[in-house]
Every structure is written in structure tokens, then in C-alpha cells.
């Protein structure tokens, strides 16, 4: 069991290190942490700086008190100076974030938030700042902190994505959104509900790469199912239904906008792939995806071939659009299957992007004998091996190159020969001795489908017990 501890209780062992043994700051401070940590305290949610004085004489406490009192005056300068102080503060660590939650500043900062939003549409600059800032210190008070949020903070949220033009603004609040919906189910069901999908929509359509990278962000966040407190979440509806609203824009933000003559830089081509790919969740979906056209995705890869973050992404949605049978012949008929085996050899030094290649060679090759002759006659077969042995300690690219293997040789034995001429089998046994406990299944797989001498484990036998008539 995790012992826990108050923040003036450690303030006091610190204290006491300090006048009783002479101890400098510095080392006061490690003294209490050694102390506590062998007693098996968490000290996670307690802030070690700061050592000297009272809880409320904390750099992170006062200037919650500050911003307190300014709310009620028109001091701007000291206002914006005290917000940068409390962002600074917040960014140290959970701890600081967490005092400052407890004194109450998520409620002073959406009180200053809707005071000058209002002012701000009179085109004050002065306002325009302070709204940006108050919004930069909620995203920075939130992180990992996403409890504070309120049903009045999703209205302002909300009010301020339908009503404000400003560019600085919106990304402001696009990453204060953000904040809140990792690692919380609520707040994501909760402004999911008051149709924050449609206003995502809308700001797609910006200019400003930035936005839409934001944009994109929050689309993935409505995707995740990482809350624990939660039994069942809406991760699957969320990206159903967030597909069928903006897998048409993202589409064609990838057929239009992005290529190499609109000179995007190749990290926001890779959102917008992965942003896709994480909307799949449907063979309906793949299917919308590949009519409203993915000639587009072949031209991301001319124009960032050499790219090793572009061709993971363009990875990650080949697979998923593969899990329609239909979309995935029409993507072998346009031919991905050379451009495919030509990313294995181009990335093959990259163990990340050699091990999403091969998840996508078994994606497209999985039942279908027809796909599988393609890549064993553009090379797979030397290219898969050439990476088992660049990356012989790599779990994910040894498990997933026995997943490409079964799935090429399962229905076309006859180019099993070929693999072994490339020393296969030795390749996979030492694979065994070290992976046995993780994959050992899958690696058995592929030595059996390729017709070599394998020892399958019983997974099952019966203790020879009569049965009762």
C-alpha cells in the first residue's frame, strides 16, 4: 500500500534537517526525500523546492492570492506578469500544479477568462493578451490535472471556439481542450455532447497549420480510451462518428492542400495521416476513405519518401484502411505493394518504421494469395530478412516480420525455398531464445508455415478421465 503524506509535513522534515543538523538547503532536501522514499511514501503530489517557510509563503500560493486580488482591478501589466508566474509554476510539476488547484485558482482563472473575453471583443489588445495567457496557464494547470474542469468552463470552451476569429485564440483553447480530455472520459462524453465535433469541422477548413494541427489533436483525443476510472468509455463511437463528419475535409486536406507544392511541412502531413487512420474504426469508414480517393496518399509518399515520420503514418493508415477487404484490393490493384517493399529497404536502419512496414505487409497479404505473389516478387522476402538482422533485439519488429511471413507463405508454400535460401529459419530460432515467453506462438507460426523442423506445444490435453454416461 502507497503511503502518502501532506505538503507541511515534508515542509517540517525539511525544516528540521536544516536547523537541527546544520544541513544546507540542497541538502536538507535530499535527506527528506531519502527519508521518505524508504518508508515507501509517494511523494509525486509533494513539491520539493522551496523548502523554506509555510505552505502559504510558496511562490505558487502567493501568486494565486495576487492574481486574486487583480482580478478586481485593471492592473494589466501586473496581471500578465503574475500569469507567466503561475505558468512557470505550473510547468515545474504536478505537485505545483496541484497547489495551486487546492488554493482555488481554476475558479480565478475562468472568472478572468470571461471577464476580459468580454472586453476583448472591443479589439483590446491588452485583452486579447491576458486571454491568451489565462488560456496558456489553464492548459499548463490541467496537465494531467483534468478533474477541474466544470460544466462552466466547457461553456466558455465552447463559446469561445463558435465565436472568436482570432487564430491565437482558438489554438489557445484548442490546447487547453486537449489537456482535458487525456486520461478522462467525462470531459470528453461531456463536450463531445454540446457538438464540439461540428466547430472542429469548421476549423479545418483554416489557413493556419498550426490551428489545424491543434485541430487535429483534439480530434485524437476524443479517440482515446485511457481513463481507468471508467469501465466502458465511447472511444468507438466517438471516432464513428467523427468519421463520418470529417473524414471528407481530411481527405481533402490530403488530396488538396497538402503536397509538395503547397511546401507543408512533412510533420503536419503526418497528423493528418494519423488523425485518419485513428477515425477507421468501421469497414464503412475505409470505405468512405478509399472513394473519396487515396491516389493522394501515394503522392505523400513521392514527395517524403526519404521522411522516415511520413512513410510510419502513411503505414499506420495503409493498415487500417486494409481492414476492409474490398479497400485493401483496390489499394494492391493501384499499386502500394513495390511502394510498400520499397519503404522496408528505405527505413529498414529505423526499427519504428520497419516494424509499422511489416505490420502493413501482413495487413495486405492477410488471405490474399494474389497480394502475397507481389511482394515475394518485388523483394519482401530479402527485405524482411535484411531487417531481422539489423534489429535482432527489437520485439516489435521481429514479431511483426513473423507475422508477415506466415501471412505471405500460408497460401503460397511454393516460395518458402526462397526464404530459406536467405537463412530464415536460423534467423527465427534466435528469435525463439529470446523472445519465446512474449511471442514464442508467433514465431512457431512462421517456422511451421514455412516447412521447418518445429516442435508445436500441446495447449491442451485431457487427464484421461472416463466421462459419465
Known sequence: MVRVITQDTYDEVVKENMEEFDMSAEEAIKEAIAQFEAQG?????????????SGDDRLVSTTVAQLKELNKSDEDDEILKHLDILKA?????????????KDGVYKILIDLLEARYKQYHKDNEVDKRIVVETLNCLTALMDTQ????????????????EETKNEEVLIATLQWVTNCCIKH????????????????????SSKNQKLISECLQ???????????????GRAHEHARELGVLLLEPLMALLKVRF????????PLVSELMLTIATLLVRHELCKMASDIGV????????????????????????????GNDEVKRDLVKSGIVPIVTSLLTRHSNNAISTALTLKTIAALSLREPGHSKQFLDSGAPEGIVQCLKIHPNDSAVQKNACWAIRNLTARCREYNSKFHELGIE???????DKFNKDFGFDIKSALRDLDCNVKLDEQWTGKGVQMEQ
Open 218 to 232: 483534439v480530434i485524437r483525443k476524443f479517440t482515446l480510451d485511457d481513463d481507468i476510472r471508467v469501465e466502458f
Open 426 to 432: 536460423a534467423l527465427l530460432n534466435a528469435a525463439y
Open 185 to 204: 472520459e467525462i470531459n470528453r462524453q461531456r463536450l463531445f455532447a454540446k457538438n464540439i465535433a461540428a466547430r472542429l469541422k469548421i476549423l479545418l
Open 259 to 266: 503536397t509538395s507544392t503547397d511546401n507543408t511541412k512533412p
Open 295 to 322: 491516389n493522394s496518399l501515394f503522392t505523400v509518399l513521392t514527395d517524403n519518401y526519404d521522411n522516415s515520420v511520413v512513410a510510419q503514418q502513411a503505414n499506420k493508415l495503409i493498415t487500417a484502411l486494409a
Open 89 to 101: 509554476e505550473c510547468n515545474k510539476d504536478i505537485a505545483h500544479r496541484v497547489r495551486a488547484g
Open 146 to 161: 483534468p478533474d477541474l474542469l466544470d460544466d462552466h468552463g466547457i461553456d466558455l470552451i465552447m463559446r469561445i471556439l
Open 41 to 53: 511514501v509517494d511523494l509525486s503530489n509533494i513539491m520539493k523546492d522551496l523548502c523554506l517557510g
